[in-house]
């Protein structure tokens, strides 16, 4: 069964980096598409990058246009997701969401993934 765990939340000042994970700890399916999405107050929730699996150990990523060079997402041993995330800004200021699905579907889309984990805090302060 997938359970996501997460970590690596925080308080960062604009221009700041912060690394978040999140590990399978069911070990479900090395194949599975694993990624994130984030939810700022307010807001609806959005696509951030997601990995899917091509052959063996190897992964395809995947990002939203606007994560691209400041977000760099990467696969772990095939059950933890990582998410790098340099040059922070207020903006970024969300809940960052882990989630799962077997492969195949819409990958940007959230409603395609049944395994979500409990979300973790980024708050970027100016």
């Known amino acids: 069964q997938v359970q996501l765990v997460e970590s690596g939340g925080g308080l960062v000042q604009a221009g700041g980096s912060l690394r978040l994970s999140c590990a399978d700890s069911g070990r479900t399916d090395s194949s599975y598409t694993m990624g994130w999405f984030r939810q700022a107050p307010g807001k609806e929730r959005e696509f951030v990058a997601t990995?899917?699996?091509?052959?063996?150990?190897?992964?395809?990523t995947h990002y939203a246009e606007s994560m691209k060079g400041r977000f760099t997402i990467s696969r772990d041993g095939g059950y933890t997701v990582s998410l790098q995330m340099n040059s922070l800004q207020p903006e970024d200021t969300a809940v960052y969401y882990c989630t799962a699905r077997r492969s195949g579907g819409t990958w940007a889309d959230g409603s395609d993934y049944p395994y979500w984990g409990h979300g973790t805090e980024v708050t970027v302060s100016s």
């Open positions: 990995t899917t699996w091509a052959s063996g150990s190897i992964y395809y």
